[in-house]
């Protein structure tokens, strides 16, 4: 699910998974002259160390969609826009103002001049406009955040300060373009897009908070503040991402002090550490689902077929029978233990606006006689061992792709077994370490996956669509689970282009319908945030939102830009002693947003765990 934790180097899934390919570096970047590696840095300070379960798929910003991923970009790239951590409204990020033509057809953001790349140079409207116009005309430039260019017309530079972009419709995210912005200067010399991780030298030009020195794969990744960062320099003195495989090794980690944060906790892990001295389990309403997906016969935008899912998921009763097979207030209650609200819509019910249930008949409420009864009428009957067998004779054997790491689709696969067991419908639980490379190739019938969704929703909505799917077989997408319906593309097109605020809503709304509908999509559960930190590590940090937020996975870096070392609210020298932990000292610091006063926005994903 890609909830989880997302995987997706290229091609991955999601918790994404959005299966992108996965990439080799080809082409090296420039090393700033005068800058130590990290593993050559032997000076002291404060570190603050995070523990993450999910692979970096990519350091290159055009290729990344795992959670890990983008937020370690969100840390060493400014977007144009950024978003409130208190409400989540657009905010300047590279862009202090922008303003439409009448006709919302011509966009005009004025570019900050007190933004510099971490090497000194001057970031101005030109390296944005090489950005946009690099995944305009390179399809592989695209791969991770196509769908925001996809409706660019021309994008320029008149000077400096000015970037104007011009559209070919009208286009509601404008305000909320999540896409890096990279040094022209140093991106210019990359060859092939799809094969460059930017992972072979270091540090790594960003004009972000943070600037990447190093990074080993799944081992940690580095970073060190970017003491030219105009909203001010970060206060620890270096941020780590370490790899854990093992999430209880990731906990015991944490209560040794060797780690000071640790996210996506299990239940039973928050409740053994909210007993535990010197740590604070923080439980809030989280931006993720956790979902079914079924396959629904891969295929290419050529029209190709691939991959080996089980044809009878086509049929759209056996689908409608599984989902009111799966009794989501249980998977509530007994693997979440609470700690989450039961499924509905695609889009979780911290976004208010956009959430969206189905009632009256359109429901399936948990109904295993009713199953039962819809799988017959289909001509799917039990045979005398008790399996259920279509008219082909093939039976319902199903496989379910699940990751290794997350308990939580291990529970939930043993559940689904007992129900469609009694249903007359096999499943073998397919739990493997990486789910990218069956997912991207289609070789699976059902997958646990799962979104970081963002304020605005167009970006995990636009990866249902039949423009995401691979140009060809061996070709890599954007899609998430290989869905293309027409009647789903209709609805995202006019929400595209709908810039009355509570008309887009109502679309994003029927677009949801359908995809409850069609039954590719089975959202059981929105998970809370269940995360712990070291408080003799951070004295304060910032959630998003600032009332009851989450701080692993934030639109935005505010958590670990704002987080304050220990040693320095006690009075201690911020660059003392040796902090190997990490963050969070729930909603303590509250951030101070410049330029409020401007338009607001929505705006996509953090990619989504980003997918996992």
């Not at 997408?477 to 887009?504: H, M, P, S, W």
Request: neutral net charge.
């Amino acid at each position: 699910m890609v909830t989880k934790v997302p995987p997706r180097p290229a091609p991955a899934r999601r918790a994404l998974r959005v299966l992108l390919a996965s990439g080799l570096a080809a082409t090296s970047l420039v090393v700033v002259p005068g800058t130590a590696r990290a593993e050559d840095d032997k000076s002291g300070g404060t570190t603050l160390t995070v523990a993450v379960s999910q692979s970096i798929d990519s350091l290159s910003p055009f290729l990344a969609q795992k959670l890990t991923s983008t937020s370690i970009h969100r840390l060493a790239y400014e977007y144009l826009t950024n978003y409130d951590p208190k409400d989540a409204r657009t905010v300047p990020g590279l862009a202090t103002a922008w303003t439409p033509s009448p006709d919302k057809l011509t966009w005009t953001y004025t570019i900050r001049g007190d933004s510099l790349w971490s090497d000194g140079t001057q970031a101005t409207a030109e390296d944005a406009a090489w950005t946009f116009n690099k995944m305009m005309t390179d399809p592989n430039a695209a791969t991770a955040n196509g769908s925001f260019t996809a409706n660019f017309e021309k994008v320029t530079a008149p000077d400096p300060q000015t970037l104007v972009i011009k559209l070919k419709k009208p286009q509601a995210t404008m305000t909320a373009l999540d896409v890096p912005i990279v040094p022209k200067h140093v991106w210019e010399k990359v060859g092939d897009f799809s094969k460059f991780n930017n992972d072979q030298q270091f540090p790594i030009v960003g004009n972000g908070p943070f600037v990447i020195t190093d990074y080993k794969v799944d081992q940690y990744i580095r970073l060190k503040p970017n003491r030219k960062f105009w909203r001010g320099a970060p206060k620890f003195d270096e941020l780590v991402f370490k790899y854990y495989k093992d999430g209880d090794a990731a906990v015991a980690a944490l209560q040794k002090g060797e780690v000071s944060f640790v996210p996506n906790l299990t239940p039973a892990q928050a409740d053994a550490l909210k007993t535990q001295k010197d740590i604070k389990v923080n439980d809030a309403p989280g931006r993720r689902f956790f979902a079914l997906a079924t396959n629904p016969g891969a295929r290419a935008r050529d029209g190709k077929a691939f991959g080996n899912g089980h044809k009878a998921l086509l049929d759209p009763a056996v689908r409608k029978a599984l989902f009111l097979a799966v009794d989501r207030a249980t998977l509530v209650d007994k693997v979440f233990q609470g700690h989450a609200v039961e499924g509905e819509g695609y889009i979780p019910p911290r976004f208010g606006s956009y959430f969206w249930k189905p009632d009256g008949d359109q429901e399936r409420r948990y109904d295993p006689e009713e199953a039962a009864r819809v799988l017959d009428a289909a001509g799917y009957r039990k045979n005398g061992e008790g399996k259920r067998v279509g008219k082909d004779g093939k039976a319902l054997d199903f496989r379910i792709l699940c990751h290794a790491t997350d308990p939580n689709d291990k529970a939930v696969g043993k559940y689904l077994q007992e129900w469609w067991g009694e249903l007359g419908v096999g499943l073998k639980v397919e739990c493997l370490d990486s789910v990218s490379d069956p997912w991207v190739k289609g070789d699976y019938d059902l997958a646990f996956d799962g979104w970081s969704v963002n304020p605005d929703p167009d970006y995990v909505l636009s990866i249902h669509t039949c423009g995401a799917l691979p140009a060809t077989p061996k070709d890599s997408g954007a899609t998430d689970n290989f869905i293309c319906d027409q009647e789903f593309d209709g609805l995202y097109a006019q929400q595209a282009v709908e810039y009355d605020a509570a008309k887009r809503a109502d679309l994003v709304k029927r677009m949801q319908s359908r995809l409850y509908d069609t039954g590719y999509m089975n959202v059981m559960a929105y998970p809370n945030a269940l995360e712990a930190y070291r408080t003799d590590q951070i004295a304060s940090i910032t959630t998003m939102p600032e009332a009851a937020g989450n701080l692993w996975g934030q639109d935005g870096y505010w958590s670990w830009w704002s987080a304050v070392p220990a040693a320095s609210a006690s009075g201690g020298s911020e660059s003392g002693g040796s902090s190997t932990g990490v963050i969070v000292g729930i909603g303590a610091a509250v951030v101070v947003v410049v330029g409020l006063g401007v338009v607001l926005g929505l705006r996509r994903r953090s990619t989504a765990d980003d997918r996992e």
